[in-house]
């Protein structure tokens, strides 16, 4: 049974009300379990993200942090996203990529993609998440083969956010070395989500919400899941996310997981999220996420302002962007604005970078992996005697 099976047999339109039920004692039983180091359930989550959890968030932060802190030390891993295209044949309702807006589109060739990977370099990063658009008819396999071989040679760590694929193309995904994909589901209730993408592939909902699994099955190292909170209401989507989640520990138990919470922001064609979702109330899910899930990776993007990414960095996130653009060609090229979404934290590199350490946290550009190697390759140019 795959995921979509699962959720859809259970339905998720009952969560909101499950979770605004949860009582004092529940929530106190989730967090005496959070102290001790037990493993919480789904029911001790939805207590966390309950309203009755709101006077102990200060607790929930305390806690959230200490877990951070001795799972991922004070490190955050700093990536930075390469867009490659934004053309894209499918119509969602809150992208400034969708194919109804009408401004230039654009993709990028071989030699452009290889200026960005050098001014991305020069930004001091190795850790690249390759997105784009979906439309396979400019930007399929064989345009990503070529892509991505350019973009391995700078990448110490490469990551995908493209159109979801089937088990064999991430298979050669992997061999091309991916090492990461994401694929966020935006919503997990079925109505919101028809409404919300209007045309395209992408409106089969059962293919994009199974993609995780193919990509764990193909063998990739790690899968990004996330909902595009304020689509629909947050607490349903957040419960949802915290089931496929599950799911994917169970199913996959090798494969790394992560997770990413973009909160909707204005975009191409003047959209304004429905359910919006305050500070407050997104840092009580990101500490309830920590509690919930030790292990988990949290990812955070420039959609935030800088002063939320300061805050909520040092409890809960792994890995952050700075001085990311949005559109193709933004790092090497002075292009018109092709952009898919507005930029909230528009500080540089070397801003974030001390904003990291003011808070004693070390920004960490390259893998450890890419490390290894060249102390090794600098062990074979001098032989043991
Ligand atoms: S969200 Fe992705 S699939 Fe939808 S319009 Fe934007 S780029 Fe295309």
Not at 174 to 196: A, F, H, I, M, W
Not at 251 to 260: A, D, F, G, M, V
Request: proline letters at 5%; charged letters at 25%; a negative charge.
């Amino acid at each position: 049974m795959s995921f979509y099976d699962e959720i859809t047999a259970a339905g998720i339109a009952g969560y909101d009300a499950a979770v605004d039920a949860c009582t004092d004692g529940d929530v106190s039983r989730a967090l005496s379990k959070s102290r001790t180091g037990d493993s919480l359930d789904l029911g001790d989550f939805m207590a966390l993200i309950s309203p009755r959890a709101t006077p102990y968030l200060s607790d929930m932060a305390v806690l959230a942090e200490q877990y951070t802190r001795r799972r991922f030390g004070n490190t955050v891993s700093m990536y930075l996203p390469l867009y490659l295209s934004n053309l894209c044949l499918n119509n969602c309702r809150y992208c400034g990529f969708a194919a109804h807006n009408r401004f230039p589109r654009k993709f990028l060739t071989a030699e452009e993609t290889r200026l960005e990977c050098e001014a991305i370099r020069r930004m001091g990063y190795e850790n690249i998440l390759v997105v784009s658009g979906e439309d396979p008819r400019h930007c399929g396999m064989e345009y990503f083969r070529e892509q991505l071989r350019i973009v391995n040679q700078y990448a110490s760590y490469m990551s995908l956010e493209i159109q979801p694929l089937d088990t064999p193309e991430y298979r050669e995904m992997k061999s091309l070395g991916v090492d990461y994909v994401c694929v966020y589901q935006e919503t997990y209730d079925p109505e919101c989500y028809r409404e919300n993408h209007l045309s395209g592939k992408k409106r089969d909902m059962r293919y994009r919400m199974e993609t995780p699994e193919r990509v764990g099955d193909a063998g990739i190292d790690k899968v990004g899941l996330g909902a595009l909170l304020g689509l629909y209401r947050w607490k349903s989507d957040v419960v949802a996310l915290t089931r496929h989640l599950m799911y994917m520990r169970r199913h996959y138990p090798e494969t790394r997981l992560s997770i990413s919470f973009p909160r909707l922001r204005p975009a191409e064609g003047g959209f304004q999220p429905e359910y919006p979702l305050s500070d407050r109330q997104m840092i009580q899910c990101l500490c309830a996420w920590r509690l919930f899930d030790r292990e988990l990776e949290i990812s955070i993007s420039t959609r935030e302002s800088p002063r939320f990414r300061d805050v909520i960095t040092p409890v809960v996130i792994t890995s952050i962007s700075a001085g990311s653009s949005t559109q193709p060609g933004g790092y090497a090229a002075d292009h018109h604005d092709l952009s898919q979404f507005v930029i909230n934290d528009s500080r540089s590199v070397a801003e974030v970078s001390a904003a990291l350490r003011r808070h004693g946290l070390e920004p960490v550009f390259r893998e450890a992996r890419s490390q290894i190697l060249e102390l090794a390759g600098s062990e074979a140019a001098f032989p043991a005697a």
